[in-house]
T-cell receptor
């Protein structure tokens, strides 16, 4: 199993550009989520999904969209990039639901917005 | 006030030392508790769950005090490979809240 994969590993955007961060998992987990990690802040939940076709907002959803058309994929879209979105983004999946069991994280995407 | 607070450290200890990390949380309705480990520029990985009765996994012992809203992690006989950032995680339903992490460096 590849686990949770994320692409790209690194990305530089200009302010106002849009892009999609890709996330896929091959563990047949229903629950998937996106976090951002900033220095001194810990990981913060952006959006999550409890199954295909179902998404919900986390702690810091503004400026991001998600969709879940399949169990395997959970892309994160930045609508109009801003320097405040410079961060490391982690995708995660969980067999039991967000608050239970082990979260499996992808390797992260390092995004810089200039 | 942050929902999950940790001493950021860094903790610099010699090999073989015992070190303890603390974490406090503000939501008294929190349901599940975990410690995750994150190596430099890597993704977090589950170290251990934390139960009210306390639990041990080899050199690692985790404790939970619901009355004081306090979680701890004790590492005995520290190894060089224990050098990492340790993240306290508290959950309520689907909402997982992470502390900013405590950085540990174990020196020879």
């Amino acid at each position: 199993n590849a686990g949770v994969t994320q692409t790209p590993k690194f990305q530089v955007l200009k302010t106002g550009q849009s892009m999609t961060l890709q996330c896929a998992q091959d563990m047949n987990h229903e629950y998937m989520s996106w976090y951002r990690q900033d220095p001194g802040m810990g990981l913060r939940l952006i959006h999550y999904s409890v199954g295909a076709g179902i998404t919900d907002q986390g702690e810091v959803p503004n400026g991001y969209n998600v969709s879940r058309s399949t169990t395997e994929d959970f892309p994160l879209r930045l609508l109009s990039a801003a320097p405040s979105q410079t961060s490391v983004y982690f995708c995660a999946s969980n067999a039991q639901g967000g608050g239970l069991g082990e979260q499996y994280f992808g390797p992260g995407t390092r995004l810089t917005v200039t | 006030r942050k929902e999950v607070e940790q001493d950021p450290g860094p903790f610099n200890v010699p090999e073989g030392a015992t070190v303890a990390f603390n974490c406090t949380y503000s939501n008294s309705a929190s349901q599940s508790f975990f410690w995750y480990r994150q190596d430099c520029r890597k993704e977090p990985k589950l170290l251990m769950s934390v139960y009210s009765s306390g639990n041990e996994d080899g050199r690692f012992t985790a404790q939970l005090n619901r009355a004081s809203q306090y979680i701890s992690l004790l590492i005995r006989d520290s190894k060089l490979s224990d050098s990492a950032t340790y993240l306290c995680v508290v959950t309520y339903g689907n909402d997982m809240r992470f502390g900013a992490g405590t950085r540990l460096t174990v020196k020879p």
